[in-house]
């Protein structure tokens, strides 16, 4: 799939060649992670790509070194930990998978602690060196961290909500896969919008908007809903403490990205789900929450409503939001 995309790239990468902005620098901050190399290497095949910066506290020279052998045209550098600033001159989009993984038993709010101030430093450097880059956030907890993004840019007077993302793209591959294996059909004819945040029950897959997800009911769809909404539950058990996914979240961080670029680059009509900031449920204190995202060459270009829920979508819906809100105010009071 992602080769097609790949391709898919390549072509609107030359219809869209007359665009100003193909010059594009990408930074990955944490690329020396579980995450960060792969993704790096799946960026560096990516032809909107024409720089890529690559920045860890520990071994992103190492991996630049090796990704840069890749015969496609971008320039790979690597920038070790006293070289951030250089490492985000002139990016136009930074992608942050830095932070420590869950282990098992730990649910994605107990890295809280160790990654809020790890993700509030690097915007605060975003901010300062590199105030119109596009964030895609995967660091955990993505609820959070996205408005702890938010809130150190707004310190800082550089805020701009269209150019924030949480990347929760994983959960809507996570979708796709699993309805495909249910369905007997390829994913990529069982996409399924997947809304809210990215945690447990936040997570809310809205089945029945889908044609093979529709019909589904009573335990089969009790047992989907739950495998999406703790598909990330079953890698870190799996790997027994060596971490949670990165294979297919680096998939699914250079899907996204390759999203963005394509959209930057003036490929119209690019609608995925993201976490941003949004005004669906902003009356009731909730301002950041991911539906389709429309995105266009300044970033979110519409905000998609949730459209027609189910009734069993509704109670999904019901139980997102207050651990939604709290997860968002946590982030907030951080910062603030
Ligand atoms: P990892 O430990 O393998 O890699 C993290 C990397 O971040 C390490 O190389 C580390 O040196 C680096 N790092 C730490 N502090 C840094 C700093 N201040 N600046 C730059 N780099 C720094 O972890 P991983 O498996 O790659 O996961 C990374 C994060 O992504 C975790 O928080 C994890 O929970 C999250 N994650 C999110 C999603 C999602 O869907 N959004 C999916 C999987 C994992
Ligand atoms: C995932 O969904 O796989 C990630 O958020 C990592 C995790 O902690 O589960």
């Not at 550089?158 to 796709?176: C, I, Q, S």
């Not at 670029?261 to 119209?268: D, I, T």
Request: charged content about 20%.
């Amino acid at each position: 799939m992602l080769a097609r995309s790949a391709l898919r790239s390549v072509s609107n990468a030359r219809a869209f060649s007359s665009s100003a902005s193909r010059q594009t620098k990408v930074a990955v901050l944490g690329a020396g992670g579980g995450i960060g190399q792969p993704l790096s290497l799946l960026l560096k095949t990516n032809p909107l790509v024409t720089e890529l910066s690559l920045y860890d506290i520990r071994g992103a020279p190492g991996v630049a070194a090796d990704v840069s052998h890749v015969d496609t045209h971008s320039e790979v550098t690597g920038y070790p930990a006293d070289k951030l600033d250089e490492a985000l001159d002139g990016v136009k989009v930074v992608v942050i998978p830095a932070g420590v993984p869950r282990k098992p038993g730990m649910t994605r709010d107990d890295l809280f602690n160790t990654n809020a101030s790890i993700v509030r430093d690097l915007a605060s450097a975003v901010g300062r060196v590199a105030p119109e880059a596009h964030i895609l956030v995967i660091s955990n907890p993505v609820n959070s961290t996205v408005p702890i993004v938010a809130a150190t840019l707004e310190k800082l007077g550089v805020y701009d909500p269209k150019r924030v993302f949480g990347v929760t793209t994983l959960d809507v591959v996570r979708a796709a896969r699993f309805l495909g294996g249910i369905a007997d059909v390829n994913p990529s004819e069982a996409v399924v919008p997947v809304v809210g945040g990215h945690s447990g029950p936040t997570i809310v897959p809205l089945l029945s908007q889908t044609a093979k997800g529709k019909g589904i009911t009573g335990e089969v769809y009790d047992k989907l809903v739950h495998r999406i909404q703790f598909g990330g539950d079953e890698v870190v058990k799996a790997k027994d403490g060596a971490g949670s996914a990165t294979l297919s979240m680096a998939y699914a961080g250079a899907k996204f990205t390759d999203a963005l670029l394509r959209a930057l680059n003036g490929e119209k009509g690019v609608t995925t789900p993201t976490f941003v900031k949004s005004p669906l449920f902003a009356d009731q204190g909730i301002d950041f929450f991911s539906s389709l995202v429309e995105l266009g060459p300044n970033g979110v270009e519409k905000i998609h409503p949730l459209g027609s829920l189910s009734a069993s979508e509704e109670k999904l819906l019901e139980a997102c939001l207050p651990e939604l809100k709290k997860n968002i105010e946590k982030g907030k009071a951080f910062v603030a």
